[in-house]
């Protein structure tokens, strides 16, 4: 049977539920809809917020020929497949859903295709567009932000469903899905396929047996990357390494593992180890560029490396200090020596005066002359010579 999110999605934007934002009366993508503009966009916003619908609502008031891919599958192979086929004079809208998922390479790819208007192209991601879409891809297609649906949304999209279900059993379903509405219609469709009928009791018992899963809003998601955050930060490759495997194993975006070793490798391991960021961010190009299965092993690389350098906040504190003082103090008159001086009116007032490029006074405003952030360097102990040893013996 078909699944109860596909059998109850709304056709048009009359029985579409929530981001008013966007269509509602005299918003962007109703107005956009309504007169049948044609031109490429991305829906950012979390699950079940309703990208997938609205991409379908768009395609049908084109009356144009619709492609459904998903990034974590689909590769050039399929784009040229739906370049190659479709009705004449009709417009083509792809809806790719998880573009974040496409590498640096397909996106290049699908780019010509969208500039030359032969795709009509919408986009569909929970990450940021800015971080995971490329420029000039980006530039290319209009932004719409989606949000999470209210427990207002949820109460009626539950009506539209025709089940029947207690008050207590609504209100704890739509508490647990936190404005996921496919996945609050696929726990109604579970708990109907166990047990028959939807109640407190028997939604509790389907959840419990077919929720064993890594859910990226949810609290796993951060207990697992917050793991090997801790791991790599206690020197411990194989617990660091046990926590990759599961994230990757459960379909984590590569580049979101990425990002937070190029963080680590600044604030945990900083001065001790200044070469870590580069290592830290050639794994997160490479994970750009090649994409999963094979950029996790590069993330297994990087992570083990990370996990073994040592470790140095310092430069991470010192910052924070500093910032705290900026909060505290406000802006500080910056030393006369220190400005910058291009005319010659400011010379005259003293503007760079006494300025050196080389020296031991403070550069800190007066406030803070004797102010220290990071700690001083240990001194260099010169190594001893032979001589010098046996002498002292």
């Not at 007066?366 to 360097?377: G, Q, V």
Request: glycine share 6%.
């Amino acid at each position: 049977m078909e699944p109860l999110p596909s059998r109850i999605r709304p056709k048009t934007l009359a029985s579409f539920v929530g981001q008013e934002h966007l269509v509602g009366k005299g918003k962007p993508l109703r107005e956009a809809i309504d007169a049948g503009h044609i031109f490429s966009f991305i829906l950012w916003g979390p699950p079940g917020s309703g990208k997938t619908t609205l991409a379908r609502i768009y395609a049908d008031a084109l009356q144009a020929d619709f492609y459904e891919l998903s990034a974590v599958s689909a590769g050039k192979d399929d784009i040229r497949d739906i370049i190659n086929q479709g009705t004449f004079g009709k417009p083509k809208v792809l809806f790719l859903d998880e573009i974040h998922r496409f590498n640096k390479a397909q996106q290049d790819f699908l780019l010509p295709y969208v500039e030359m208007g032969t795709l009509t192209l919408i986009g569909a991601t929970t990450e940021n567009p800015s971080f995971e879409v490329i420029p000039a891809l980006l530039s290319r297609c209009r932004v719409f932000v989606l949000h999470e649906l209210r427990p207002e949304d949820m109460e009626v999209i539950l009506k539209q469903t025709k089940i029947k279900i207690g008050k207590t059993a609504r209100e704890w379903l739509i508490n647990l899905a936190q404005g996921d509405a496919r996945s609050m219609l696929s726990v109604i469709d579970a708990t109907r396929e166990l047990y028959g009928e939807v109640t407190l009791e028997t939604l509790k018992e389907a959840i419990q047996s077919t929720h064993l899963r890594y859910d990226k809003k949810g609290e796993e998601h951060y207990n697992t990357i917050s793991a090997y955050i801790k791991s790599m930060r206690a020197s411990q490759p194989d617990a660091a390494l046990y926590y990759l495997a599961r994230m990757v194993e459960a379909g984590e975006d590569p580049k979101f593992i990425a990002r937070r070793m190029v963080i680590f490798a600044s604030e945990d391991i900083g001065l001790a180890q200044p070469t870590a960021l580069v290592v830290a961010n050639e794994v997160f190009k490479t994970c750009e560029t090649i994409g999963y299965p094979e950029c996790a092993i590069n993330l297994a690389h990087g992570t083990a490396y990370l996990a073994q350098c040592k470790k140095d906040r310092s430069a991470y504190d010192a910052y924070f200090a500093a910032v705290a003082d900026v909060k505290a103090l406000g802006n500080l008159p910056v030393p006369m020596a220190l400005r910058n001086a291009p005319t010659k009116l400011m010379k005259e007032v003293g503007y760079g005066k006494g300025y050196e490029m080389y020296t031991q006074e403070s550069y800190l405003p007066e406030k803070l002359k004797n102010k220290r952030y990071l700690p001083k360097p240990a001194p260099k102990v010169e190594p001893t010579s032979d001589k010098e040893s046996e002498d002292r013996v």
